[in-house]
């Protein structure tokens, strides 16, 4: 249980799957499994659902905003080359490679704590707090044929597929309901769970700009404590 004690009928400390399920969904169930370490004594508690259960919604509010603001977007007319995207989409780019890649590799291994935890903290910290926030000028200001709200929704195209591609195997209906959603292009397979893994091109990985983002984000983050 939470306490890292043995469930069992007697201390009346047992969860059972049907109970999480119907409070939770199964979406949560499964996340709760991927989540956890296996190599250690797994835990599970009203309260570890309940952060799981936050989890979740800030990773289907991201995949939800995406969606949101690619309604007007055709991949085929509309996206924009990599060498004309802004440095701030570019760095995006560059953090979503660096998320397949770790998560990949995590599948790989069987470490499916590490593919949660990864998906949780991009979704977080480099699209919501970071790259969401900074776009929604050009997002919601900008004319709908603007060249830079079309280099945005890109990116954002760009991620989400990836991104529900990565989640598939753990967020099986979350996945592929968003993925029924996506801008429709060439070669779109009618279900996630029929796709493969993202090949993100090699471009996308640029340490230059990783490295420059990292000290301005820093910088920012002073700021904002001291605007606080």
């Known amino acids: 249980d939470g306490k890292g004690e043995k469930m ?9 799957p049907e109970e999480v399920i119907k409070q ?12 956890e370490n296996y190599r250690e004594d797994m835990r599970i508690s009203p309260d570890i659902l309940k952060r799981l259960s936050e989890a979740y919604r800030k990773v289907r509010n991201t ?18 080359p990599y ?14 490679q660096a998320l397949a890649s770790r998560v990949l590799n995590a599948y ?16 977080i910290n480099d699209m919501s707090a970071v ?14 044929a603007d060249p830079s709200r079309r280099a945005a ?9 990836s991104l529900l591609r990565l989640c598939a195997p753990i967020l099986c ?31 996308y990985t640029n340490p230059m700009i990783a490295e420059r983002w990292g000290i301005l984000l820093q910088v920012r983050d002073r700021v904002l404590k001291s605007l606080e």
């Open 173 to 203: 209906f979350t996945a592929d309901e968003a993925w029924k959603y996506l801008p429709q292009k060439a070669g779109l397979q009618e279900s996630v769970h029929l796709s493969c893994f993202p090949a993100l091109p090699q471009e």
């Open 24 to 35: 939770y969904g199964a979406e949560i169930l499964r996340l709760w499994v991927a989540s």
């Open 153 to 161: 929704q890109t990116v954002l195209n760009i991620v989400l597929e």
């Open 83 to 96: 060498e004309n995207l802004a440095e701030l989409d570019r760095w995006a780019l560059h953090q979503l």
């Open 8 to 16: 069992a009928k007697s201390k009346g400390n047992v969860i059972y």
């Open 108 to 123: 790989r291994a069987y470490e499916f704590h590490t593919v949660y935890h990864s998906i949780s903290n991009f979704c």
């Open 63 to 80: 995949c939800r905003f995406l969606l949101g603001n690619l309604s007007d977007f055709d991949p085929a007319v509309h996206s924009v």
């Open 131 to 144: 790259y969401l926030d900074i776009l929604k000028d050009r997002l919601y200001c900008s004319a709908a």
